[in-house]
């Protein structure tokens, strides 16, 4: 039972454009919702999140949105850098012990 | 002192093999957590210890034995692994009364089951 959904395993933009990474979610029950980075040979870090009450939280560059009637969220990055270039989890929580994640979305920023 | 540092990086065993990973966190967090990624499939919460206590069980066969002895460590005691184990194995830690809900993550331990 997959409840968190990245349906897109990868995304290519060019460097100064905008990324956008999308995540669906099935449980109404989730109440906060986080965007972790990786690395290769590194472990997930945390990037961004929003609680279920707000729509939008903004952190730099990044930007997380979230729409409650739709069961979906988005990580928009401007400008793109190639330093951006990573796996990106989507993962949400409805308590503190029973966070679910996303398969993540493989971003290329290219030069 | 990196905040949660696994051992073995890369492990390699066979099916009738016992082998341990270790996680240790420095971060003052009572909440340490075991998760599975296996490619192109989401992270897989394994196990979650909160104040020493286990507190999630995502239904993982009995191969898999998770041991926290304090706050600072975890351990995953495998035995009698399948080759559908291969994986990559995180730690992670937390507050166990999140206020962000931020889970810090080992850089993993790649385990191979010949």
């Known amino acids: 039972d997959q409840q968190v959904k990245q349906n897109s395993p990868s995304l290519s933009v060019q460097e100064g454009r905008i990324s956008i990474l999308n995540c669906d979610y099935t449980?109404?029950?989730?109440?906060?919702f986080l965007w972790y980075k990786k690395y290769p040979a590194e472990g997930p870090t945390f990037l961004i999140s929003?609680?279920?009450?707000?729509d939008k939280n903004e952190d730099g560059r990044f930007t997380v949105f979230l729409n409650k009637s739709a069961k979906h969220l988005s990580l928009h990055i401007v400008p793109s850098q190639p330093g951006d270039s990573a796996v990106y989890f989507c993962?949400?929580?409805?308590?503190?012990?029973?966070?679910?994640f996303g398969a993540g979305t493989r971003l290329t920023v290219k030069p | 002192e990196t905040g949660v540092t696994q051992t073995p990086r890369h492990l390699v065993m066979g099916m009738t093999n016992k082998k341990s990973l270790k996680c240790e966190q420095h971060?003052?967090?009572?909440?340490m957590y075991w998760y599975k990624q296996s490619a192109k499939k989401p992270l897989e919460l394994m196990f979650v210890?909160?104040?020493?206590?286990r507190v999630e069980n995502n239904s993982v066969p009995s191969r898999f034995s998770p041991e926290c002895p304090n706050s600072s460590h975890l351990f995953l005691h495998l035995h009698t692994l399948q080759p559908e184990d291969s994986a990559l194995y995180l730690c992670?830690?937390?507050?166990?009364?999140w206020g962000t809900g931020e889970l810090f993550f080992g850089e993993g331990s790649r385990l191979t089951v010949l």
């Open positions: 992670a830690s937390s507050h166990a009364q």
């Open positions: 449980n109404s029950m989730f109440d906060y």
């Open positions: 929003i609680s279920s009450i707000k």
């Open positions: 210890y909160s104040l020493e206590e």
């Open positions: 971060l003052g967090h009572n909440a």
């Open positions: 993962a949400a929580t409805r308590n503190n012990n029973d966070m679910r």
